[in-house]
């Protein structure tokens, strides 16, 4: 689910999309804002991103075809960045809650230059069962949440608050540390020869959300997390197609929420 305006970047973000078998057929097209555009500065040991304000993606509004595709997925990602505007939030968390019930939801902690807020971070973890973040994000979500200064227990006592399932910390070329019910631990990262650490991230949470449904535990997931990760590290592409060992062609078993 997106908006993309009709224009040549429009135009062409379906384009990829479709080439790389994405269903694009919740993308909608605004006849007036402009497609969203990021500059990405790739100077520094992090990508640090100016993303564009009033764009298309701000406005995705609310189809009652977007009730039966919720009703149908296995897991929905999103996102806090995506949050920034009143339309885009309202739709987004109206269809958070029509997923169903076993439908695994995962929150993408990415804080963006200024657009987040304590609403949008409250109401986005009382839906979610798994939240991934990365260091940056600690010190602001401590900053709406509070909490003391140890980032493993305040992760902890994040998990615990929420009743998240996991809490998923991924720190870079480090690898990631785990927080999964009563369990904690840190998987580290084969070192990799960087090319081009945007869409390393979104590689990540993807991997670690998809063998989650194929029922694999948490260590497995964060390994292949880190595995699918780090091989987009070493891509030009932010969005390679990624090997046959990183992919899951069928779930067995299936992932299936525990009762409360």
Same mark, same amino acid.
């Given at each position: 689910?997106?908006?993309?305006?009709?224009?040549?970047?429009?135009?062409?973000?379906?384009?990829?999309?479709?080439?790389?078998?994405?269903? &694009?057929?919740?993308?909608?097209?605004?006849?007036?804002?402009?497609? #969203? %555009?990021?500059?990405?500065?790739?100077?520094?040991?992090?990508?640090?991103?100016?993303?564009?304000?009033?764009?298309?993606?701000?406005?995705?509004?609310?189809?009652?075809?977007?009730?039966?595709?919720?009703?149908?997925?296995?897991?929905?990602?999103?996102?806090?960045?995506?949050?920034?505007?009143?339309?885009?939030?309202?739709?987004?968390?109206?269809?958070?809650?029509?997923?169903?019930?076993?439908?695994?939801?995962?929150?993408?902690?990415?804080?963006?230059?200024?657009?987040?807020?304590?609403?949008?971070?409250?109401?986005? %973890?009382?839906?979610?069962?798994?939240?991934?973040?990365?260091?940056?994000?600690?010190?602001?979500?401590?900053?709406?949440?509070?909490?003391?200064?140890?980032?493993?227990?305040? %992760?902890?006592?994040?998990?615990?608050?929420?009743?998240?399932?996991?809490?998923? %910390?991924?720190?870079?070329?480090?690898?990631?540390?785990?927080?999964?019910?009563?369990?904690?631990?840190?998987?580290?990262?084969?070192?990799?020869?960087?090319?081009?650490?945007?869409?390393?991230?979104?590689?990540? &949470?993807?991997?670690?959300?998809?063998?989650?449904?194929? #029922?694999?535990?948490?260590?497995?997931?964060?390994?292949?997390?880190?595995?699918?990760?780090?091989?987009?590290?070493?891509?030009?592409?932010?969005?390679?197609?990624?090997?046959?060992?990183?992919?899951?062609?069928?779930?067995?078993?299936?992932?299936?929420?525990?009762?409360?």
């Amino acid at each position: 689910m997106s908006r993309v305006g009709q224009d040549k970047y429009g135009n062409r973000a379906v384009e990829i999309l479709g080439e790389k078998g994405v269903d &694009t057929a919740f993308i909608q097209r605004d006849p007036v804002l402009k497609t #969203g %555009l990021v500059n990405v500065d790739l100077s520094g040991d992090e990508p640090e991103y100016e993303i564009l304000g009033q764009v298309a993606w701000d406005d995705i509004a609310w189809e009652d075809r977007f009730s039966s595709l919720m009703e149908s997925a296995d897991a929905v990602c999103f996102g806090t960045l995506s949050q920034r505007s009143d339309t885009s939030r309202t739709t987004i968390l109206r269809a958070v809650h029509n997923a169903k019930d076993s439908c695994l939801k995962v929150l993408d902690l990415n804080f963006r230059q200024d657009y987040h807020s304590l609403e949008v971070v409250q109401n986005s %973890l009382q839906l979610a069962d798994v939240v991934k973040l990365s260091g940056p994000e600690i010190p602001i979500l401590r900053r709406y949440l509070g909490g003391g200064q140890d980032d493993g227990q305040f %992760l902890k006592n994040l998990r615990s608050r929420y009743s998240l399932d996991c809490v998923v %910390l991924s720190l870079g070329e480090r690898g990631c540390r785990v927080f999964d019910g009563g369990d904690e631990f840190t998987v580290k990262a084969v070192s990799r020869d960087v090319v081009n650490t945007v869409g390393a991230g979104d590689a990540f &949470t993807a991997a670690f959300v998809t063998h989650r449904l194929a #029922g694999n535990d948490a260590e497995t997931c964060a390994k292949k997390a880190n595995q699918a990760g780090g091989y987009v590290v070493t891509c030009e592409d932010g969005m390679p197609i990624l090997p046959t060992t990183h992919r899951i062609f069928a779930f067995n078993p299936p992932y299936r929420k525990e009762a409360n």
